[in-house]
């Protein structure tokens, strides 16, 4: 596991540091760090996907975490981006930048483990599958989607339409080796014979219909209604249960 560790104060550098290693020590899980003492250091080094999770002091000199976390969201949506911090009135602006976590100084074992552990479970789960996407002529082409991208997948006679944010992919597979791919953490869910939705999209359940987010709407059964509102609901109370690091 790679962290960075974005942090200006040498002592508090050294603590966070001191304290993932003592938890990474007993899982048996070796850790690589890396500092950085400022903002504008960092973003000069930094590169997307280089590493599994990123430790910002929001009260730096010069850039604050607020603004690096900004960049660092032009290229990385799923990055984990953990705020370090003397409270949280900075929760507001966190959100905009979609922090995932925040640890409240002076730290302790007992958080940063609790940090760690959940980092360890969003990291267990992919972030996009493979296709074999159906191009001209009959021909197929390995393609990664995004889960975050999928609105929702239907399947026509063994052809697979993932409809995602940026495009619809069509692919050779049954209904059941799909969604058998898809992470089984309650964001996907089958909600009709060959129709799996991605409830992260979804705006509200109504009477027999999804209503998306992006004003699209899906029809459903109606003796499904329950169901479907039922695991929207839990959905939605795990994802508030877990903030950041829902998926």
């Known amino acids: 596991m790679h962290l960075i560790i974005v942090e200006d104060l040498p002592f508090d550098q050294e603590k966070l540091a001191d304290l993932i290693r003592q938890d990474c020590d007993s899982h048996g899980e070796r850790v690589d760090l890396s500092f950085y ?6 973003l000069a080094h930094y590169r997307p996907k280089s590493c599994d999770g990123l430790f910002l002091d929001i009260m730096l000199d010069g850039l604050s975490g607020i603004e690096i976390a900004r960049k660092v969201r032009e290229g ?7 705020f370090t911090t003397v409270g949280r009135d900075y929760a507001v602006d966190g959100f905009a930048v979609r922090a995932t976590d925040y640890l409240v100084k002076p730290l302790d074992l007992g958080q940063v483990a609790q940090c760690m552990e959940r980092l360890r479970e969003y990291l267990s789960v992919p972030s996009s599958i493979s ?3 159906i191009s001209g002529r009959g021909h197929s082409a390995p393609v990664d989607v995004p889960l975050d991208d999928i609105l929702y997948a239907q399947c026509f006679d063994h052809i697979i339409q993932v409809n995602t944010a940026s495009g619809v992919y ?17 964001r996907f869910h089958v909600c009709g014979r060959g129709l799996v939705v991605n409830l992260s999209h979804v705006a509200r359940v109504l ?25 929207y609901a839990e959905w939605a109370v795990d994802r508030s249960r877990k903030g950041g690091w829902a998926q």
């Open 170 to 186: 069509r692919t050779r597979s049954s209904f059941q080796d799909f969604t058998a791919q898809l992470p089984h953490t309650g």
């Open 207 to 231: 009477d027999s219909e999804l209503l998306l987010k992006n004003g699209e709407r899906l029809p459903f059964s109606r003796n499904r209604r329950q169901e479907i509102q039922q695991a």
């Open 76 to 82: 990385e949506k799923r990055l984990p981006i953990i």
């Open 131 to 133: 296709l074999l996407e």
């Open 37 to 42: 003492a400022s903002g504008e250091d960092f």
